[in-house]
Every structure is written in structure tokens, then in C-alpha cells.
């Protein structure tokens, strides 16, 4: 059995030798069975070195697989994405310091901090595109410490700002790393984790993102406004440990590099592990397509099949920002006071979210990203319609505390689900449906229209009356996005869980179906990768 199992496995590279003993072997046993009585004793043939090498050749290709070094580069990796979370929960707690405790010489009006707000997202989205390109050229690692450029300037403009333009360009800075974060740490992280962990550590992308929203609105009841802003320059100093992980193997592989990925993959999966499969795997030019499209990547979008994934990860993106996130995260402590809840009660949102990252966590490499999507979806959009029901009967009853704690309850389980199924899934997906040369420029795109949108979001609702956030349609509005959603998560998003991008693709009705290698047996490389 053994013998018979190993022999399909290995049949395109197994010795003609060993294949001469395989096939020998049947007939040496069969004239053992029959032996004449003038022959001398029948010797058994020695097969005991074939049924002990060939086992030992197939767990090699498993064995000493350690996941510290995939986990600690993610880790490492998304320090920066907190530094960022950081910087955009900066503006709710600073308001209140700014606009009534003189913490600049300064006094912001209404509209200019509305401008303070949205310049970030504007920032990010100008700045997708380029670091996307340069990620192409100068690979994961290096755009990321590049990003320690822009927000550390942003952060001294708001240290040292004396007019309300200073705050502006520091705002536009700082949104600048977001907008490269948001494309470049995702797509590292799919590209050093192993394939059964991809979703898993893909989300503590948003994780961190959401840890520092959460810090920035923990620490600024109890400092003053350039304490928190020195401190916050002062944990940049972290990313500096980012020279210490390795460069994406993808990316070594697509300059030719084969001994360097070959140490980054000893780095990521342990010093012990066979890094053969994996390196077939990444050394092989799947298909003709992709072979052009690491020529010129603007051929990608002459193929149908990559524009379907631009639109899907697009039309992702643009409904994460209208489901109500940037509402929240901006405007968070204006609805809490619309419910006449005081500013502790954010406490029981950021518990939420981080239970919410949780939940995402230990689930999306278990019960899949369609799932997950569809069902956090529609807990999104009832909690919200509650919560909207919850403001309207606030309107008809005029009474303070008739709904309010329903309201905070319905909203922490809105930020629960959210945070364990679209705010984490839109990254990791709009990384998965992309083929891998197309991912800088794809990812890039789709990043950018989601701080578009965000950017008149947060001008629509910061320019308005006060009283906006109050009102039962803007929840209700939110909850319409989040069944549009769950009605997409049904119709037009496949299921990605353990697929590689080629599997991907193949079950997008995608163009990488044509092999340049014949003899690849992908059923059994891929789904070990």
C-alpha cells in the first residue's frame, strides 16, 4: 500500500532506478511463491531501505513547520497599522480639547475641524496608488518602513501647529501612511503566511487598526493634548523593529532571487522546514497570463476576469465605509452624547471590537469568509435598524433615558459584528481575488475608493447640524448597506478559505486556467502551500 500510494504521488520525479526495482519486485515475489525443487531457497528481496526512505521523503516535506516566525512578522509588521489607528481615533477625544480647552493658541471653527477630519482620509487616498507601484518595485518591507516618514511629519505639524493649516498638511500626512498600510500590509501578510493561516493573520490587520482607535480614545481623558501628541511620535520608534523581519518570498522569487526567499522561508516557517514545495510553488509561472502580466501590468484590466475582481473588491470596499464604520470611529462620541450617555460608555464599543477581532480570528480560517460575511451582515443590519428604531422612539417619547442603554447595548452588538465580519474581511479579500502581479496596482485602486467614500462621508456628516447623527434615517440608511452586503456575500463573492490564487481564479471562471508546466500536479502542491 504504501509502495502503490508513493508511486503516484512521486511518479514524475522518482528515479528510473527505483522504478526498475518497483516494477522487479512482483516478479521476484511471484517466483517466490513457485520455487523448483532444484533450485536453492528463494531470497527475499530487500525492499525494507524502499519502505523506510520513501515515507521519511514525504514527512520531510511537512516536518519542522513552526508558525513563530509567520506570527511574529505580522505582528511586527501591523505596529505600523497601529501607529495609524492611533492617528485617525486622534480627532474624536481631541475635539473637545481643541474647540473648548485651548490646548492650541488657536481656535479651529466648526467647518475647519470638519477639514481637520476629512483631510486624512484625502491623504490615504492619494497616496494608495503611488506606494502600491512602488511596493511592485521595492517589495513589502521597505514601503512599509517608508511609511514612518510621512507620519512621523504629520505628528510634529500637530505638535508644534500654530495655525489651523498646520494642522491640515500634519492631518494630510498622517493619512498618507494609512493609505499605503492599507494596501501593503495585507498583501505582505497573505504573501509570508501559509495558506491555512492566511485569513488569521490577514485580520490582525484590522485588529491593530481598531487597538489603536481604542488607545487613542483611552489615554486622552488623562493627558493633555501635547502629551498625547509627543507620546504617540514616541511609539513610532517601534516600527523600527520591522528591519528585523524578512522581505515577502513572493517577492525575491519575482526578481530571481532564489536562495534569499529560500532563507525568508526558513524564517517564516522555522529553520527546520522543507522549503522544496514551497519553493516550486513560488518559482512556478503558473500560466502565459501571468507571465505577461509581470511584463506590463496594465495588461491585467484587458482581461474581463480581472476587471469582475476590480468591481467585487471595489464594490467591497465602498460599502465597508458606508455600513457605518467611519461614522463611528469619527463621530463616535457625538452619537453617545445624542443618547445623553457619557463618554465612558465608548468603553463598552471597544470592548465590543476587540471581542469582535476575536471572534474573526479563531473562525475565518474555520467557517470561511462567505460565512462569516453573510452572517455578521445580517446581525449588522438588525442591530442597526434597532438601534435607528431606538432614536425614533427617542423623537416621539422626548424622554432622556427611555432607550438609551438599548441603544448602547444594539450598538455595541453592531460593532461586534462588524469588527468579526466586514471590517477584517474587506482587506483580506480584496487581497485574495487579485493574481499576484495584479495586486499592487488592484489592491491600490480598491483602497483608494474606499477613502474616497470615506472622505465624503465624514464632510457629509461633519458639515451638517449636530443633531444629524441623531436621526433614525442615518441608521437606517446603514442598515440598508449592510443587506446590500449580505446580499453580495451570496451572489458574487466565492469562497476562499484554503485556495491558492490560481484555485482562486479557476473558481472565478478567471483567465489562469491555461498551465505552462504540464506536469504540475497542483492538487497536491497547492493545497499545502
Known sequence: MVLGWSGQKEAGTQPSSKRNTLEAEPATSQAAETPS?????????????????VPSRISDLTMGEDNTGQCLATVI???????FGIAIGWSAPAKALVMHNDAYS???????????????????ATWSIPMGLLMKSQGCKRVMILQL??????????IFAQSVNMLYVGRFMQGMCGGALCVVVPVYTVEISHIRHRGALVSVFHGAFMLGVIYSYAISPFLDLWVINIVNVGLLLLCLLQFLIPESP??????????????????????KYD?????????????????????????????????RSLCRASALTIMQTLSGSTVFIFYSINILLSLH?????????????????????????????????????LVTFVCTIYTGICFQLQLITDHENSVSWASLVSMSLCSLAYTAGLGPLTWLINVELFVTPMRPLGCSLSATFNWLTAFAVVMWY?????????????????????????IYGIIFLPETKGLTTHRIQQKLGGFMNQRNVPSIDSSSDESDY
Open 77 to 83: 509588521g501591523n505596529i505600523g497599522t497601529f501607529c
Open 37 to 53: 525443487d532444484d533450485s536453492p531457497p528463494p531470497v527475499e528481496p530487500n525492499i525494507k531501505p524502499i519502505l523506510t526512505s
Open 462 to 486: 461633519g458639515s451638517g447640524p449636530e443633531y444629524r447623527l441623531a436621526k433614525p434615517g442615518v441608521f437606517f440608511l446603514m442598515a440598508t448597506v449592510s443587506l446590500l452586503v449580505c
Open 275 to 307: 522549503t522544496r514545495k514551497a519553493m516550486r510553488q513560488l518559482t512556478i509561472e503558473g500560466t502565459r497570463s501571468e507571465i505577461a502580466l509581470q511584463q506590463n501590468i496594465m495588461l491585467g484590466f484587458k482581461r474581463k476576469k480581472t476587471r
Open 106 to 124: 488657536f481656535t479651529p471653527s466648526k467647518q475647519e475641524w470638519t477639514w481637520v477630519c476629512a483631510l486624512l482620509t484625502l491623504g490615504a
Open 149 to 158: 516618514v510621512p507620519i512621523g511629519l504629520g505628528w510634529s505639524m500637530l
Open 250 to 271: 513572493s517577492y525575491y522569487c519575482s526578481r530571481g532571487n532564489y536562495s534569499q526567499a529560500d532563507k525568508c522561508l526558513r524564517w517564516l516557517r522555522g529553520k
Open 341 to 377: 450617555l457619557n463618554y465612558e460608555c465608548s468603553a463598552a464599543l471597544a470592548v465590543a471590537d476587540v471581542c469582535g477581532f476575536l471572534v474573526c480570528f479563531m473562525l475565518v480560517d474555520v467557517a470561511g469568509r462567505r460565512p462569516l460575511l453573510i452572517i455578521t451582515s
